[in-house]
C-alpha cells in the first residue's frame, strides 16, 4: 500500500471527441461562455505588416479530413517580436495577439486565421530562423498536442538555412511544412499519418 500523501501520475487519455467543443464553446452555438471565442481574432485595423490568411485542412492516416480537431497558432509579429512578457529585444506590436485558435469546420474541415506575415526571429544559438507560424493540433486519438510549423515559400533561400529545417534528416520531407500561397493566401494542409506525413515536433 502507498501513502495516501503520494502523488502518482495521471493516465494519459485522447482528447476528444468534445475538445473543439469545450475549447470554442460560440462556435459549437454554446453561448454565455466567453463573449467570443478565445483566439479568434489576432488583428484589428491598426495591425502593423503584411495581412495574410492562414488555411488549409487536416488528414487522418487513411487520408479523410478530420473534422473536430483544434488548431492554435503562435508567431512573432511583422517586425519579428513575440507579444509575450519574455521577449526582452523589444516592444512587440499591441494590436497584434500573435496568438490565435479555430476548430476545423465540420462541414469541409478547413480551418482559417487572418494574421500577418511573422517576422525573423533569432534561433537560440542568435542565427536568424526564417519567418514561421507554429502550430498545435489537437483532435480525437490524439493523446498529446502535434506540434509544428509553417513555413513560406517565397523565403526560399531563408528556409534553406534555417536552423530547424537543417535538422531535419530526411531534407524531402522538409516540403511538408512550407505553405503553397496565392495571393495573400497561404494554405498549409496537415497530414497527421502516411504518405506525406507532416513532421512533428519533440518539444
Known amino acids: ?13 485522447t482528447a476528444g471527441p468534445y475538445v473543439h467543443i469545450g475549447l470554442t464553446p460560440n462556435f459549437c452555438d454554446i453561448g454565455g461562455v466567453y463573449a467570443e471565442d478565445l483566439g479568434s481574432a489576432m488583428v484589428n485595423d ?9 488555411t488549409g485542412r487536416i488528414y487522418d492516416g487513411t487520408g479523410a ?19 509575450s512578457p519574455s521577449e526582452m529585444r523589444g516592444t512587440a506590436d499591441p494590436n ?8 476545423t469546420s465540420a462541414e469541409d474541415g478547413a480551418y482559417i486565421f ?3 506575415k511573422p517576422g525573423r526571429v533569432p534561433f537560440k544559438d ?8 507554429s502550430f498545435w493540433i489537437v483532435a480525437r486519438g490524439i493523446n498529446i498536442g502535434l506540434h509544428t510549423r509553417m513555413y513560406f515559400p517565397e523565403e526560399a533561400d531563408a528556409n534553406k538555412a534555417d ?10 520531407r522538409t516540403a511538408t511544412m512550407i505553405a503553397s ?23
Not at 1 to 13: D, F, G, I, R, V
Not at 126 to 133: F, L
Not at 163 to 172: A, F, G, K, Q, V
Request: glycine share 6%; with cysteine; hydrophobic share 35%.
Open 126 to 133: 542568435g542565427s536568424m530562423m526564417a519567418p514561421h507560424i
Open 181 to 203: 500561397r496565392d495571393d495573400t493566401t497561404c494554405t498549409f494542409d496537415i497530414r497527421l499519418q502516411g504518405e506525406q506525413e507532416t513532421v512533428f515536433l519533440d518539444i
Open 46 to 54: 491598426k495591425t502593423l505588416g503584411e495581412r495574410i490568411t492562414v
Open 1 to 13: 500500500m502507498q501513502e495516501s500523501s503520494y502523488l502518482k501520475e495521471t493516465p494519459s487519455q
Open 65 to 83: 479530413l478530420v473534422r473536430d480537431a483544434v488548431v492554435e497558432i503562435w508567431q512573432a509579429d511583422s517586425a519579428g517580436l513575440y507579444n
Open 96 to 103: 497584434f495577439t500573435g496568438w490565435g485558435r479555430c476548430p
Open 114 to 116: 487572418e494574421t500577418v
Open 163 to 172: 536552423p530547424l529545417l537543417s535538422r531535419i534528416e530526411h531534407r524531402e
